[in-house]
């Protein structure tokens, strides 16, 4: 039998210190509402689902084991991306097989087991997740989720203004050691490397992984590193990239939430467009692009 792979982008997590203040700038930033607040274990935390993953928004509550974890990063890093969660498998799937084949690729595995959410009105949720230590995977928290028990998908958010954010493009990791990057995010978790290549001009060598519906951009600067830093050194979360219908009406939208966002300019890609904004809740690194234009049938 041959375990499962990883399907898809399940979710990105968020370290904050003020889970109210984070929603409501999340909500302004992205357009949509949160459709879960609640939390368990010492944290609270507030979901945003979108087609081809979620946002999960997470702060210290409290006393318990994953509150600790929380205030430990936040101690540690401060505020931004703390987790990259993937899903296994299309179905409902048993992730001890798939621990098993991470274990023999050389990450150390937690058990599998379940974490339990509970909503401000009291309903639960439940999902079955393992992660790698991080040590394992550059110093950084990868988090390795199960499909839904019962087949069916989370609600997605649903609006909460005009030209709302359609879904996540691709998150950025910054990487002392591009060797490294493609051992583990290509030969050990086994996602799908689309494209390697170095850009003088931007001074770095992107590798692309396909994650689902999703992008893995990992970046390696091809300057010579800092005195003191070598291939050695952990991995960073860099940002989010997130797909807009509208450009200009996303800026538009959030000039007027009271956000700093440069002009729309001409993207990387032929005929797209991007937008910087400058000052995303929890500092993390923030774009918002185009749809990709249609190609032409022959």
């Given at each position: 039998?041959?375990?499962?792979?990883?399907?898809?982008?399940?979710?990105?997590?968020l370290?904050?210190?003020?889970?109210?203040?984070?929603?409501?700038?999340?909500?302004?930033?992205?357009?949509?509402?949160?459709?879960?607040?609640?939390?368990?274990?010492?944290?609270?935390?507030?979901?945003?689902?979108?087609?081809?993953?979620?946002?999960?928004?997470?702060?210290?509550?409290?006393?318990?084991?994953?509150?600790?974890?929380?205030?430990?990063?936040?101690?540690?890093?401060?505020?931004?991306?703390?987790?990259?969660?993937?899903?296994?498998?299309r179905?409902?799937?048993?992730?001890?097989?798939?621990?098993?084949?991470?274990?023999?690729?050389?990450?150390?595995?937690?058990?599998?087991?379940?974490?339990?959410?509970?909503?401000?009105?009291?309903?639960?949720?439940?999902?079955?997740?393992?992660?790698?230590?991080?040590?394992?995977?550059?110093?950084?928290?990868?988090?390795?989720?199960?499909?839904?028990?019962?087949?069916?998908?989370?609600?997605?958010?649903?609006?909460?203004?005009?030209?709302?954010?359609?879904?996540?493009?691709?998150?950025?990791?910054?990487t002392?050691?591009?060797?490294?990057?493609?051992?583990?995010?290509?030969?050990?978790?086994?996602?799908?490397?689309?494209?390697?290549?170095?850009?003088?001009?931007?001074?770095?060598?992107?590798?692309?992984?396909?994650?689902?519906?999703?992008?893995?951009?990992?970046?390696?600067?091809l300057?010579?590193?800092?005195?003191?830093?070598?291939?050695?050194?952990?991995d960073?979360?860099?940002?989010?990239?997130?797909?807009?219908?509208?450009?200009?009406?996303?800026?538009?939208?959030?000039?007027?939430?009271?956000?700093?966002?440069?002009?729309?300019?001409?993207?990387?890609?032929?005929?797209?467009?991007?937008?910087?904004?400058?000052?995303?809740?929890?500092?993390?690194p923030?774009?918002?692009?185009?749809?990709?234009?249609?190609?032409?049938?022959?």
């Amino acid at each position: 039998m041959i375990a499962a792979a990883i399907s898809g982008l399940d979710h990105v997590a968020l370290c904050v210190r003020d889970l109210d203040a984070a929603v409501q700038g999340y909500r302004k930033l992205l357009g949509v509402e949160p459709n879960w607040i609640g939390g368990d274990g010492g944290a609270r935390h507030a979901w945003f689902q979108f087609p081809n993953m979620a946002l999960d928004v997470i702060s210290p509550h409290g006393e318990g084991a994953f509150g600790d974890r929380i205030r430990a990063h936040l101690g540690a890093h401060g505020e931004g991306i703390w987790a990259l969660a993937f899903t296994v498998g299309r179905v409902e799937a048993d992730l001890a097989p798939f621990a098993r084949l991470m274990a023999r690729r050389g990450l150390r595995m937690t058990e599998p087991a379940l974490t339990r959410s509970t909503h401000d009105d009291g309903r639960r949720r439940y999902w079955l997740g393992a992660n790698p230590r991080p040590d394992d995977t550059g110093g950084l928290q990868v988090l390795l989720i199960a499909p839904p028990r019962d087949g069916t998908h989370w609600p997605m958010s649903k609006p909460a203004g005009p030209a709302p954010v359609t879904r996540l493009d691709h998150v950025v990791i910054q990487t002392a050691s591009a060797d490294r990057a493609l051992a583990v995010w290509g030969a050990k978790l086994g996602l799908d490397l689309r494209l390697d290549r170095e850009n003088a001009q931007w001074g770095a060598r992107q590798m692309f992984f396909k994650a689902g519906e999703t992008v893995v951009e990992i970046a390696a600067s091809l300057k010579a590193p800092p005195p003191g830093i070598g291939s050695d050194a952990p991995d960073r979360f860099g940002g989010l990239a997130w797909r807009v219908a509208d450009p200009e009406a996303a800026r538009e939208r959030l000039v007027a939430a009271g956000f700093d966002v440069s002009e729309v300019r001409a993207g990387r890609k032929p005929g797209t467009c991007v937008l910087t904004v400058r000052d995303a809740p929890a500092g993390v690194p923030t774009l918002l692009l185009s749809a990709e234009p249609a190609l032409e049938k022959a």
